[in-house]
């Protein structure tokens, strides 16, 4: 769904939407970005609202995707959706390891494993959201935290895992913030995971980078041309049709 030469423009719904609004929302976006062929764009919707996407972006420049899956494909684990049947619906990458998620349902690293292999298994691509707390920054460990949680993926399932999928860098304290992490942050970090990857796996040029965390149309740009990004994950800023568009317009020419 990706080819290396197209920055990459992720919006993250979350618990967010409802018919009526997805209505008109999922027919903006696939109107006024139709534009940016230039872009791999995918929106990734709550559950109950994938039929409604796949009906209405179907055939848009726009691919959907989901915020979690289950690591099992099925059996007795109630309120869980399995990789096939999101597959169903043509959903084409899921977020894995969100730390809206890890927080809230103390979500372990083996357990991300898990579902990042369940959803290459099943031809998705995984997007792995990596990033440490405040706490972690300010002890100076987040390059510790963030190999933790990739080296996880490596030892249980080996390099190839990770060919054609997505990292985000998400420094948790810049999600849902007023400002997102610095350049230099950014660009150290993203620097430290591909060498992590890149030593462990043999085609390096098949593992995406993005940056999220308070990702709006100011920051776009310059968040886009730091060294190793290649491309961008938002929240707020994806459910805004205009903002949405904003940032297309202003990245779609690096
Ligand atoms: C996120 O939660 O993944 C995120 C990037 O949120 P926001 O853009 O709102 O900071």
């Not at 919006?11 to 139709?34: I, P, R, T, V, W």
């Not at 929106?43 to 055939?59: D, E, H």
């Not at 610095?182 to 462990?200: A, V, W």
Request: with cysteine; proline share 2%.
């Amino acid at each position: 769904m990706k080819t290396k030469s197209k920055k990459i423009v992720i919006g993250n719904m979350k618990m967010h939407g409802s018919l009526d609004f997805n209505e008109s929302y999922f027919k903006s976006l696939k109107q006024k970005l139709s534009l940016f062929n230039e872009l791999s764009i995918t929106l990734c919707v709550p559950y109950p609202y994938l039929f409604q996407a796949q009906k209405i972006l179907m055939g848009s420049n726009i691919h959907w995707g989901c915020q979690n899956v289950a690591k099992e494909l099925e059996g007795p684990f109630t309120g869980e959706v399995s990789a096939s049947m999101i597959k169903d619906f043509q959903c084409e990458l899921v977020i894995v390891g969100h730390s809206e998620r890890n927080t809230a349902y103390c979500e372990s690293d083996e357990n991300i494993a898990e579902k990042f292999n369940m959803i290459k298994k099943n031809n998705m691509t995984p997007l792995l959201c990596v990033g440490e707390n405040l706490i972690e920054r300010e002890a100076g460990i987040m390059e510790k935290v963030v190999s933790e949680q990739i080296k996880t993926i490596l030892d249980l399932y080996g390099q190839d895992i990770f060919k054609g999928s997505i990292i985000a860098y998400e420094p948790i304290w810049a999600i849902g913030s007023d400002s997102a992490a610095s350049p230099e942050q950014i660009e150290k970090m993203c620097e430290f995971i591909k060498q992590l990857i890149y030593s462990n796996v043999t085609d390096n040029d098949d593992v995406n980078i993005v940056y999220g965390g308070s990702v709006n149309a100011k920051n776009a740009v310059q968040l886009c041309e730091i060294n190793g990004v290649d491309g961008i994950l938002m929240g707020r800023a994806s459910l805004d049709v205009n903002e949405f568009y904003e940032i297309c317009n202003s990245i779609h020419k690096i």
